[in-house]
C-alpha cells in the first residue's frame, strides 16, 4: 500500500527556515503528482503546494508564495518543501500527498502522510 512520511518539522521563531520532506513507498513514485497540504490550529486544510510527476508543473498558495519551494528527487521517492520567512500563520500539522489537488470540495484525495508538525513562535 501507498505509504507517505513527512519529517523536518520543529519549533522555530519567525523568520527562520525549515525544510520539510516526505519519503513515499509502495508506488511508483515518479510517475504521480505530489503536493503539500497543512492544517493549523482551529483552522481547516489549506493547500500549500503541488508539483506535478514531471517537474514542469509547479504552484503555490498565495500565503506562501515567495516564500515556500517545492521540489522533488524521484530517485530518492522523495518531496521537499522548503520553507522560508517562517511566520507564525504557518504554524500547523503539514502532510503530503500523492495528488495534485489534495483536496477538492472538502474531499481528501489521494493517500495522506502522518504529518510533521512545524511550530512558528517568538
Known amino acids: 500500500e501507498v505509504h507517505l512520511v513527512e519529517s523536518g518539522g520543529g519549533l522555530v521563531q519567525p523568520g527562520d527556515s525549515l525544510t520539510l520532506s516526505c519519503v513515499g513507498s509502495?508506488?511508483?513514485?515518479?510517475?504521480?503528482?505530489m503536493s503539500w497540504v497543512r492544517q493549523g490550529p482551529g483552522k481547516g486544510p489549506e493547500w500549500v503546494s503541488a508539483i506535478n510527476s514531471g517537474e514542469g508543473q509547479i504552484h503555490y498558495a498565495d500565503s506562501v508564495k515567495g516564500r515556500f519551494t517545492i521540489s522533488r528527487d524521484n530517485n530518492k521517492n522523495t518531496l521537499y518543501l522548503q520553507m522560508n520567512n517562517l511566520k507564525p500563520e504557518d504554524t500547523a500539522v503539514y502532510y503530503c500527498?500523492?495528488?495534485?489537488?489534495?483536496?477538492?470540495?472538502?474531499?481528501?484525495?489521494?493517500?495522506w502522510g502522518q504529518g510533521t508538525q512545524v511550530t512558528v513562535s517568538s
Open positions: 500527498v500523492d495528488s495534485y489537488l489534495p483536496i477538492v470540495g472538502g474531499t481528501k484525495l489521494g493517500t
Open positions: 509502495g508506488f511508483t513514485f515518479a510517475t504521480r503528482d
